[in-house]
């Protein structure tokens, strides 16, 4: 993760004023008295080869759709407050390691990528009212998800983890945040595994980045995040260190349903950018 102590350094102040009305800081509180056993998912930093995401509804193959992409170009949406997956630099761009992604496997495509930002938990509604083709912001693959939008093949594989401060010695595993505050992205997986957790009384913020700094400021007594966001976190402050590892994820584009023949393309693309080493080249350039 090469970029990313200087970057989240510079974006954590000012992502707040900058992202999309979306990702506001306000925050909900609720508290959970169910378990349920953290989802299976990711394998960390290492980089793994385009695999197929788990079943889904088939998406229905339309022509019309690839037509108009190919004409107007690929509308990406996606939430920049996750680096090194996608944030905005110093210069109000959005950058990272999916966005360079988008950008090679259009190419392969013959597209163009026209990427906006926006908050997260808007993505999918946004993207099944037709104001977008894809989405591109590190989202995780579940069930629930698979009964509304249509994924592309897993591009990566990583783990969930919990941020918490060096002080908190106590805090080993899930269980350990039984009866403490929790900090999450809303409408992500994390939320999800964190309402899951027994007693754990969970808020939920429109930026990752707000999440992390209620840790750090004493908000929250943790944070359950994707290790590789994680891994820029604790450079950036160390005052924080990951405490624990969850259960592991696939990452992949969302796609409207109605548009099979953007999942076809994109899977053929991702096929051969991971036959051609390009994949992997982009991996050792954002995830040291």
């Known amino acids: 993760m090469k970029y990313i102590p200087l970057m989240l350094g510079l974006m954590l102040p000012v992502l707040s004023a900058c992202d999309a009305p979306a990702g506001d800081s306000q925050t909900t509180q609720t508290t959970v008295t169910t378990q349920t056993t953290e989802p299976a998912a990711q394998s960390g930093s290492q980089a793994a080869p385009a695999t197929p995401a788990p079943e889904a509804a088939a998406p229905a193959a339309t022509s019309a759709c690839m037509e108009t992409i190919k004409k107007d170009g690929l509308r990406v949406i996606t939430s920049p407050d996750y ?38 938990e808007g993505l999918i509604p946004s993207l099944l009212a037709g104001r977008a083709d894809m989405i591109a912001a590190g989202m995780s693959v579940t069930e629930e998800r698979k009964k509304s939008v249509a994924f592309s093949d897993s591009y990566n594989n990583t783990k969930n983890v919990i941020i918490a401060p060096t002080s908190s010695a106590d805090i080993k595993d899930s269980a350990s945040l ?21 007693g754990a009384q969970v808020k939920s913020f429109g930026l990752a980045t707000d999440a ?25 402050y160390p005052e924080l260190h990951v405490a624990a590892e969850l259960g592991a994820e696939q990452t992949a584009f969302a796609v409207n349903p109605n548009c099979g023949e953007l999942v076809t393309a994109l899977n053929t693309a991702l096929q051969t950018v991971q036959q051609s080493g390009e994949l992997e080249t982009l991996k050792s350039q954002w995830f040291k």
């Open 83 to 120: 680096p090194p997956y996608e944030f905005t630099n110093e210069n109000n761009e959005i950058v990272g390691y999916e966005i360079d992604l988008v950008k090679l496997l259009a190419s392969k495509m013959g597209v163009e990528p026209k990427i906006e930002g926006q908050g997260f």
């Open 178 to 198: 039984n009866g403490r505050t929790v900090a999450v992205q809303s409408g992500s997986l994390q939320e999800v595994i964190a309402q899951g957790i027994e």
């Open 212 to 236: 992390v700094m209620a840790v750090k400021t004493g908000q929250a007594e943790s944070m359950i995040v994707d290790e590789e966001v994680a891994s820029g976190v604790v450079k950036s």
